[in-house]
């Protein structure tokens, strides 16, 4: 299992996808787009989120 500092560093790593992602779709949404690359922007953030924090938990114990 993880330590408390690889779970942490983990953590980190994800926070900085999730904000990539945050920040892509942003710019979608200012910009010209359709609706296909905003659902699929939405999906992504989405799954970040869920896989990143059960990741984190499972990784944890």
Request: glycine share 0%; charged share 10%; net charge neutral.
């Given at each position: 299992?993880?330590?408390?500092?690889?779970v942490l560093g983990l953590?980190?790593?994800w926070v900085l996808i999730?904000?990539?992602e945050i920040l892509y779709f942003f710019g979608i949404k200012d910009g010209a787009?359709?609706?296909?690359?905003?659902v699929f922007a939405?999906?992504?953030i989405t799954v970040t989120i869920v896989v990143g924090a059960v990741g984190i938990n499972v990784f944890k114990k």
């Open positions: 299992m993880l330590n408390r500092q690889q953590y980190l790593l999730l904000f990539i787009y359709n609706t296909v690359d905003l939405v999906v992504v």
